[in-house]
């Protein structure tokens, strides 16, 4: 007797969907038997998912007389209605038969396929990198976009666009090691604006003024390192206004793209995109990541708009203050949509704040147990990311008590004994001394 087994290829499949895998085999003697197997930890572990024993079954009771030397083709078949990521991995068919010569010898044969499991991104998020943090407004600085994409089997294809077209850019094969030592070196000839000439240099107005800072080559390429003599410049004209950065028409992108394996047998793709930041001409530009995916119709996308922080809301509570309260100042918004995530830093006007340091970071200042000689003091909250800087102003006034009496509360805010008393435990120790 003799038997061939084959399994229909399959083309790769998307999770959900419902698979039929198909074992066809061919032989002139009497079934046996068929097992299905599903292979697992590359091939160490076979798990039986379907059985058919000839022994105990009549529905091949129509089949041909096994005496007679007839091909016989058969097919089994094994329906999964909704294929999972876990499903994804080899299967095997195994066909046995009864010998023509004797019923108790058993001939067998097996056949496998692949079935490829796809599944498209769940999610997708463009973030920036190192954010937020301090971003000098006098030095060109490199801007890092991340983009996040999960859940996708196999990796996707990532990439970026600005205002709807497609950016070309140049591509990075290293992980960064640091924002200051990973970029390509002496990239970078930037001109100076007016805030950054020297005073004594404006004032004259010799040999060109500040042309002597200003570099003849356009700047092209990330930020490189400067030479630290080159940035010493002891006196600056102080602007709020970004200085005006000369670069070519076009910024020269840098784009780097990983994968990571997830423990669900997806993967994570992570795509950089890295240029010089020129808040002239990139704030309110549209960043978009895009994902191709075979597993998806059509692209899916997330988009930023990089934009500089503008009008924070800043409330205050309570909003009647009294002497003794803790006071909480928080930003709770602003007048625009705000990308990257700002940084926030009060200060209090012509003085520190109240546990004597000299600015705080955070959305929220905590002044703990106002004092009243806190009245009428103004309180600063700058914010600012890559893309410019706000400021924000608002005035505490405390009001009297009832419940403390006047004279009970130190400079601190800290609750002491009446004045008096202390003026006697004063005189009374003075006395001691002298009589010793």
């Keep these: 007797?003799?038997?061939?087994?084959?399994?229909?290829?399959?083309?790769?499949?998307?999770?959900?969907?419902?698979?039929?895998?198909?074992?066809?085999?061919?032989?002139?003697?009497?079934?046996?038997?068929?097992?299905?197997?599903?292979?697992?930890?590359?091939?160490?572990?076979?798990?039986?998912?379907?059985?058919?024993?000839?022994?105990?079954?009549?529905?091949?009771?129509?089949?041909?007389?096994?005496?007679?030397?007839?091909?016989?083709?058969?097919?089994?078949?094994?329906?999964?209605?909704?294929v999972r990521i876990s499903d994804n991995g080899p299967y095997e068919c195994h066909v046995g038969i009864y010998d023509r010569a004797t019923r108790e010898k058993v001939v067998l044969a097996s056949g496998n396929v692949f079935l490829n499991v796809m599944a498209p991104p769940t999610s997708i998020s463009v973030l920036a990198a190192d954010t937020p943090a301090p971003f000098s407004r006098y030095q060109a600085q490199n801007f890092t976009l991340v983009c996040v994409v999960s859940g996708g089997k196999p990796a996707p294809l990532v990439y970026f666009k600005r205002d709807g077209e497609p950016i070309e850019a140049t591509p990075l094969p290293e992980p960064p090691a640091g924002a200051g030592n990973w970029a390509p070196r002496n990239l970078l000839h930037r001109d100076l604006d007016d805030t950054k000439v020297p005073k004594s240099l404006a004032a004259e107005g010799e040999v060109g003024g500040g042309q002597l800072l200003a570099t003849a080559d356009p700047p092209r390429g990330l930020?490189?390192?400067?030479?630290?003599?080159?940035?010493?410049?002891?006196?600056?004209?102080?602007?709020?206004?970004?200085?005006?950065?000369?670069?070519?028409?076009?910024?020269?992108?840098?784009?780097?793209?990983?994968?990571?394996?997830?423990?669900?047998?997806?993967?994570?793709?992570?795509?950089?995109?890295?240029?010089?930041?020129?808040?002239?001409?990139?704030?309110?530009?549209l960043f978009s990541c895009e994902v191709k995916h075979p597993a998806l119709s059509m692209p899916m996308q997330s988009e930023v708009t990089l934009v500089?922080?503008?009008?924070?809301?800043?409330?205050?509570?309570?909003?009647?203050?009294?002497?003794?309260?803790?006071?909480?100042?928080?930003?709770?918004?602003?007048?625009n949509e705000v990308f990257p995530e700002p940084l926030f830093t009060w200060?209090?006007?012509?003085?520190?704040?109240?546990?004597?340091?000299?600015?705080?970071?955070?959305?929220?200042?905590?002044?703990?147990?106002?004092?009243?000689?806190?009245?009428?003091?103004?309180?600063?909250?700058?914010?600012?990311?890559?893309?410019?800087?706000?400021?924000?102003?608002?005035?505490?006034?405390?009001?009297?008590?009832?419940?403390?009496?006047r004279g009970t509360e130190d400079s601190n805010g800290s609750l002491t004994g009446h004045c008096g008393f202390r003026l006697v435990l004063v005189l009374t120790l003075t006395v001691i001394l002298e009589l010793t």
């Design 347 to 405: 200060t209090r006007v012509g003085s520190r704040l109240l546990d004597g340091s000299a600015e705080h970071d955070g959305k929220e200042l905590v002044l703990e147990r106002v004092p009243a000689e806190l009245n009428g003091s103004m309180y600063r909250c700058t914010a600012q990311n890559p893309l410019g800087s706000t400021d924000t102003h608002t005035r505490l006034i405390v009001f009297e008590n009832p419940n403390i009496p």
């Design 1 to 82: 007797a003799y038997l061939t087994v084959s399994i229909e290829p399959l083309p790769p499949v998307v999770v959900g969907d419902a698979v039929t895998l198909k074992c066809n085999f061919k032989t002139d003697g009497k079934m046996r038997e068929i097992v299905w197997y599903r292979v697992t930890d590359g091939g160490t572990i076979k798990q039986k998912i379907f059985t058919f024993d000839a022994m105990f079954s009549t529905n091949f009771s129509h089949m041909e007389n096994y005496r007679k030397r007839e091909d016989l083709v058969y097919q089994s078949t094994v329906r999964l209605p909704e």
């Design 223 to 285: 930020a490189a390192e400067r030479d630290p003599v080159t940035e010493i410049i002891p006196e600056t004209v102080v602007s709020r206004e970004f200085p005006r950065w000369v670069h070519v028409a076009e910024p020269i992108y840098y784009f780097r793209h990983t994968h990571a394996p997830v423990s669900d047998g997806t993967v994570e793709a992570r795509a950089t995109l890295t240029w010089t930041l020129n808040p002239q001409i990139d704030n309110e530009a």
């Design 308 to 335: 500089a922080p503008k009008g924070p809301k800043i409330t205050m509570t309570p909003t009647r203050a009294r002497v003794g309260d803790t006071v909480r100042i928080l930003v709770q918004g602003f007048q």
